[in-house]
């Protein structure tokens, strides 16, 4: 998983089809990547949808509960 300077890791444990991400990165413009554990190995997912609610929270939008890992930067 990507780790930077300007990253955020968020841990979700408990499935969810909404994640609620507070980065505090102050950008208007955060690229999120999201990886799950399937099948015994770690995949890059495309979720439903990102949606930015400020410049320190978005929303990831998932078509059912997941739980997995969002890098955001």
Request: glycine share 4%; no cysteine; proline share 5%.
């Given at each position: 998983m990507p780790i930077g300077v300007y990253t955020h890791n968020h841990t979700q444990a408990i499935?969810?089809?909404?994640?609620?991400?507070?980065?505090?990165?102050?950008?208007?413009a955060p690229a999120v990547d999201v990886y799950?554990?399937?099948e015994g190995a770690v995949r890059k997912i495309i979720p439903q949808d990102v949606i930015v609610m400020s410049n320190t929270q978005v929303k990831v939008v998932f078509s059912?509960?997941?739980t997995g890992v969002a890098a955001v930067r």
């Open positions: 499935a969810a089809a909404e994640w609620i991400i507070n980065h505090n990165l102050g950008t208007n799950i554990d399937y059912s509960p997941r």
